[in-house]
């Protein structure tokens, strides 16, 4: 299992790994800017050795010499830790002073300028100036070459007195990084102090007058999931506490039966037995009605498998049930379908149908009709019961659909759940459920997909 990001170390790589590569092409244009200098320095030594000997050579009728004191030749060769080599040659190529393995044929001198190079001589790394000269219509060549030590010397000294600085600098730079990484940091721990060090049962809003900006959204955020789950508790701790009461009244009354018919045994047995069995009926029709409601609550869209549904099919199955029931209560049961399909679940669709024509039926009075529609309308699929019974006034009908509300005319069997059913069902579906008068005064329910 992947170990969760951290945020600390994050920041950390994205500030340490970029300051590192800074550091290091830093410490290389360092190196090679020191490097370049005391090539400088070393070159310019080099150019006023060849200078010097140039001033000293004599030109006679048997050819160029080199008149330098002994003295002075030592000076020359031997400067400070390093050894110095130099030859002198003629256009023929004759090397009348120095050192002759200096002599290069290869050495362009047609710029008529010093050139530098980096040769091995006596099996040590040396810098060679090689230089053309001309005096009293004489041409002459000079090579001057050098062992390596002081260059080394001065370069290494520039090196580092260059990434001392660098090196306390980053010293410093890191410092700066963890501390201000920290400091920064701060309100992230003091947010998941607040969070972590809370009861489950302490939904209260954190305070977001001090937050910063960055986690501003975050803080607003979780304000409103807190809000989200302090409305849903509280909720649920009604539907809970309606729940017990709607099945306390059943369950007490199937006590009292029980008990009373064990004093005093009923001569009607069978009308007795009718009372338990209505009775049970109803607890069993709530208890299923409860368990629907609390199972559709706690599910999202994306939980459903969706597929493409004919809803004019599901009307025609959904009234399988209820033909007899509205025959037995002289209700005109009409259907006017299109065919039409809805992406959902065919399960759920069936039983929103199947609570609006329970809902309608049972609200219906003799000789009444209930009608069930299926258009196609512009942009949506309209799903429509209507009756026309007794109707809902109409300050209740914004609170039609919340769970266990009854109008005081309300049918004796119902429990005030399958409207709330239907509008759990029609949010999973992303749909609109509407409540308004119908057009003979009763209710009409519609179902916009």
């Known amino acids: 299992m992947a170990q969760p990001s951290s945020l600390h170390r994050r920041l950390l790589k994205g500030l340490l790994l970029p300051l590192g590569l800074i550091l290091l092409v830093s410490s290389l244009l360092a190196y090679e800017f020191s490097l370049k200098a005391a090539m400088h320095v070393y070159d310019l030594g080099l150019m006023?050795?060849?200078?010097?000997?140039?001033?000293?050579?004599?030109?006679?009728?048997?050819?160029?010499?080199?008149?330098?004191?002994?003295?002075?030749?030592?000076?020359?060769?031997?400067n400070n830790d390093d050894r110095v080599t130099f030859a002198l040659w003629d256009t023929t190529g004759h090397v009348?002073?120095?050192?002759?393995?200096?002599?290069?044929?290869?050495?362009?001198?047609?710029?008529?300028?010093?050139?530098?190079?980096?040769?091995?001589?006596?099996?040590?790394?040396?810098?060679?100036?090689?230089?053309?000269?001309?005096?009293?219509?004489?041409?002459?060549?000079?090579?001057?070459?050098?062992?390596?030590?002081?260059?080394?010397?001065?370069r290494d000294g520039?090196?580092?007195?260059?990434?001392?600085?660098?090196?306390?600098?980053?010293?410093?730079?890191?410092?700066?990084?963890?501390?201000?990484?920290?400091?920064?940091?701060?309100?992230?721990?003091?947010?998941?102090s607040e969070i972590v060090s809370r009861s489950s049962a302490d939904l209260r809003s954190l305070d977001e007058s001090d937050t910063p900006t960055e986690l501003a959204p975050v803080v607003h955020g979780i304000n409103e999931l807190l809000g989200n789950l302090a409305t849903s508790f509280a909720s649920h701790r009604r539907f809970i506490a309606d729940a017990s009461h709607q099945l306390r009244t059943p369950l007490a009354s199937l006590s009292s039966q029980i008990e009373v018919a064990?004093?005093?045994?009923?001569?009607?047995?069978?009308?007795f037995l009718q009372e338990l069995l209505q009775t049970t009926r109803r607890t069993t029709h709530l208890a299923n009605q409860l368990l629907s409601l609390a199972r559709l609550e706690h599910m999202e869209p994306d939980m459903l498998d969706m597929a493409p549904v004919d809803m004019d099919r599901i009307c025609r199955e959904a009234s399988v049930d209820f033909v007899r029931v509205a025959a037995a209560r002289n209700v005109d049961l009409e259907f006017v379908l299109q065919p039409h399909q809805v992406m959902g679940s065919p399960l759920l669709l069936r039983e929103l149908l199947v609570n609006l024509l329970d809902n309608a039926v049972h609200y219906t009075p003799s000789g009444g009709r209930v009608i069930v529609t299926l258009v196609r309308e512009e942009g949506y699929t309209l799903l429509?019961?209507?009756?026309?019974?007794?109707?809902?006034?109409?300050?209740?009908?914004?609170?039609?659909?919340?769970?266990?509300?009854?109008?005081?005319?309300?049918?004796?069997?119902?429990c005030g759940l399958g409207l709330a059913i239907v509008r759990e069902i029609g949010r999973l579906h992303g749909a609109q459920v509407r409540f308004g008068r119908g057009r003979e005064f009763g209710l009409r329910v519609e179902v916009r997909f």
Do not use: C
């Open 48 to 78: 006023d050795n060849a200078m010097d000997l140039s001033k000293q050579i004599e030109f006679r009728p048997s050819g160029m010499t080199l008149n330098l004191p002994p003295a002075a030749l030592k000076m020359l060769q031997e």
């Open 158 to 192: 520039i090196f580092t007195s260059i990434l001392l600085p660098e090196a306390l600098l980053a010293l410093l730079t890191l410092i700066v990084i963890l501390t201000g990484v920290g400091f920064a940091l701060a309100p992230v721990r003091r947010l998941r």
């Open 262 to 271: 064990l004093k005093h045994p009923p001569e009607d047995m069978n009308f």
């Open 384 to 414: 429509s019961v209507e009756d026309n019974g007794p109707g809902v006034p109409e300050d209740a009908l914004a609170r039609l659909g919340t769970p266990f509300f009854r109008l005081p005319s309300s049918w004796a069997g119902g």
């Open 96 to 154: 009348f002073s120095g050192d002759a393995s200096l002599f290069r044929k290869d050495v362009d001198f047609s710029p008529a300028r010093p050139v530098f190079r980096d040769i091995y001589l006596a099996g040590q790394a040396q810098r060679a100036l090689y230089l053309k000269e001309q005096r009293y219509g004489q041409v002459f060549f000079i090579a001057v070459a050098q062992t390596l030590h002081d260059r080394n010397q001065l």
